[in-house]
């Protein structure tokens, strides 16, 4: 079993920066990926940062405003968030992609961090 524990969020006014974390936890042999997904009512969640072996990529909506950072030796993962906008409020979920160490593959989700962005 893997376990994705997500941290920060809550209320900030716009342009203001704010940053999320995670870990993730359990029977992990090996991680692949580890990204921010983001979801508003009545939307489907849609693909905000993430970090692969080989680089990182980004929403075009947040390129320039986000930054994505992953640490390889503690599973981690943090999304720094710097001038917010109204439009970035949602739940941002954490995921996580790898291979556990019963050589099975897997995807894990985090239960989800409101931010919300209002003045």
């Known amino acids: 079993q893997v376990q994705l524990v997500e941290s920060g969020g809550g209320l900030v006014h716009p342009g203001e920066s704010s940053r999320l974390s995670c870990t993730a936890s359990?029977?992990?042999?090996?991680?692949?990926?580890m990204g921010w997904y983001r979801q508003v009512p009545g939307k489907q969640r849609e693909l905000v940062a993430v970090?692969?072996?080989?680089?990182?990529d980004y929403a075009d909506s947040v390129k320039g405003r986000f930054t994505i950072s992953r640490d390889n030796a503690k599973n981690t993962v943090d999304l720094e968030m710097d001038s917010l906008k109204p439009g970035d409020t949602a739940v941002y979920y954490c995921?996580?992609?790898?291979?556990?160490?019963?050589?099975?593959?897997?995807?894990?989700w985090g239960r989800g961090t409101l931010v919300t962005v209002s003045s």
């Open positions: 995921n996580a992609k790898g291979t556990s160490t019963a050589l099975i593959s897997f995807e894990q």
């Open positions: 359990g029977a992990i042999a090996s991680m692949s990926a």
């Open positions: 970090a692969t072996n080989g680089g990182t």
